[in-house]
């Protein structure tokens, strides 16, 4: 299929969306994607492999689901012929790793920097990670000491 001399493949979308928890990430992406869309999430993967919910990982399981991951990352990175858009959501806190990822597939980048502060209450309105308040601090607090900026960002402060 050509549109205006390109292939279909040329015209395939790929966006990788970044963020600490909390952001939105999820929330950005459902709200932009499309039916028939590929949409790669790790919590997903954690929901399809154990059955509970996106934010019980237990850790003898990481390994297949970062598995099925990278796969998927690897197989968009050679075909997306058959995907009109795919969205990969990640951390990616390290300009160089979102850079990596972003090159490999051939995406935009959209970082969501969004506050701290805003993270947490998105967290405590959470029924299923609420109760978990203060680990998710920590690991909010180390995504922002390791967090180096690069791309143009999509702020949601």
């Given at each position: ?5 390109k292939?279909?493949?040329d ?42 919910n ?46 990596e ?29 609420a ?9 909010i ?10 791309e143009?960002?999509?702020s949601?402060?």
């Open positions: 299929m050509k549109a205006q001399g292939t279909y493949k015209l395939v979308d790929c966006v990788l969306v970044c963020g600490p928890p909390g952001a939105g990430k999820t929330t950005y992406v459902r709200d932009r994607a499309q039916h028939g869309d590929l949409i790669l999430d790790l919590d997903r993967i954690f929901v399809a492999l154990t059955g509970l996106k934010y019980d990982k237990p850790n003898n399981i990481l390994p297949y689901a970062l598995t099925a991951y990278d796969d998927v990352v690897s197989h968009l990175s050679r075909d997306k012929s058959n995907i009109k858009c795919s969205w990969v959501i990640s951390c990616s806190p390290k300009k160089q790793q979102r850079e990822l972003a090159n490999l597939l051939g995406a935009k980048v959209v970082v969501l920097d969004t506050d701290p502060i805003v993270c947490l209450k998105h967290i405590a309105n959470d029924p299923l990670r109760s978990r308040r203060k680990q998710w601090e920590e690991i607090k180390k995504w922002w000491t390791d967090y180096e900026p690069g143009l960002n999509a949601t402060r």
